[in-house]
Nanobody, 121 residues
Framework: QVQLVESGGGLVQPGGSLRLSCAAS????????MGWFRQAPGKEREFVAAIDWTGGSTSYADSVKGRFTASRDNAKNIVYLQMNSLKPEDTAVYYCARGSYGSISSDYNAWGQGTQVTVSS
């Protein structure tokens, strides 16, 4: 059974950057697309980004397009989310997930525990 562990969250000022990492256990990492979702207090979980199994295709929510970049290293079983030009509205718990290349939660069948990102001055 796959385990996904996110890291890299923290407190950052508006306009700053963070890079989230998601390390996956198991030998099937490279067969799956990976997604990033986030959930802010009092809000539903929302799609942020997805990357296909090769890393050659990515998709993003309109709210993060041009600021966030998903990438992966299949040799290390790690997927990344580079977040630039962060805004207070990016504050949320960020989750990585494994599944098919989609933008809804049901496209994914394994989830990490989440990492908190707080954007505040």
């Amino acid at each position: 059974q796959v385990q996904l562990v996110e890291s890299g969250g923290g407190l950052v000022q508006p306009g700053g950057s963070l890079r989230l990492s998601c390390a996956a256990s198991g030998r099937t990492f490279s067969r799956y697309a990976m997604g990033w979702f986030r959930q802010a207090p009092g809000k539903e979980r929302e799609f942020v980004a997805a990357i296909d199994w090769t890393g050659g295709s990515t998709s993003y929510a309109d709210s993060v397009k041009g600021r966030f970049t998903a990438s992966r290293d299949n040799a290390k079983n790690i997927v990344y989310l580079q977040m630039n030009s962060l805004k207070p509205e990016d504050t949320a718990v960020y989750y990585c997930a494994r599944g098919s290349y989609g933008s809804i939660s049901s496209d994914y069948n394994a989830w990490g525990q989440g990492t908190q990102v707080t954007v505040s001055s």
